[in-house]
């Protein structure tokens, strides 16, 4: 890919690319028109790194209700979340794995984007025969997942990247709490938290709302 498909395949404008990698935009915009050309390892490196973030966004707005696809079990059917994340776990398959499971929760309660919850994980493709289905990508690592009660959920450091990458199409009040509550949890620090390189800025500005979350 060159610059312009790699931005283009992210949905960023030339300035949120700049930000995303600490590019100056005017040498974006040069790349892009053919002024200058990107050194070759520049390529190689920002490939990478656009390749890896795509991953995690593989859905790029929040899908429509279909009638022709298949429906979730509804969770005001269930009493608790797990017991509601089981029996979508039953339709799913055992290798689908929640992914911003703290991001969700908002004032104490588990939210999602419409009346009914959406689900948000990595998995086969078929899970998104289901209605409510938000798939991030087909794979994930094993050391992003952690097993909860015989489900399985990324891990924190995972679901943070998640909702920086995802922003967009995500309630982020929902991750803001989540991180205010790690904070308190871990003595006022957030330390064992990591994020790559170009999502520290978004991670520090999010960092300093959780914090002030946390002390109101």
């Known amino acids: 890919m060159d610059i312009r498909d790699m931005r283009e395949a992210l949905g960023d404008t030339q300035k949120e690319f700049s930000f995303r990698f600490n590019i100056p935009v005017r040498t974006i915009q040069n790349w892009e028109a053919g002024v200058r050309q990107p050194p070759e390892y520049v390529i190689d490196l920002l490939n990478d790194r656009v390749c890896s973030d795509l991953v ?54 588990f939210k999602g984007r419409n009346d009914e919850y959406i689900v948000w994980g990595y998995g086969d493709k078929s899970a998104t025969r289901y209605n409510g289905v938000v798939l991030l990508s087909n794979t994930i690592s094993n050391y992003n997942i952690e097993v909860r009660n015989g489900l399985k959920f990324t891990d924190f450091n995972r679901t943070i ?18 991180i205010s509550r790690y904070y308190y949890a871990n003595n006022e620090s957030l330390k064992g938290i990591h994020v790559p390189p170009e999502y520290i800025r978004k991670f520090e500005k999010i960092a300093k709302e959780s914090i002030e979350y946390y002390n109101s």
């Open 56 to 109: 995690n966004r593989m859905t790029i707005e929040i899908p429509k209700y279909d009638e022709k696809r298949k429906n979730l079990p509804k969770r005001s059917d269930y009493i608790g979340n797990f017991a509601w994340l089981k029996a979508v776990q039953e339709c799913l398959g055992e290798s689908f794995v929640f992914a911003l499971d703290e991001a969700l929760m908002c004032h104490g309660y």
């Open 161 to 178: 990247v998640d909702a920086l990458t995802n922003e967009k199409i995500l309630d982020m009040q929902g991750i803001t709490e989540a």
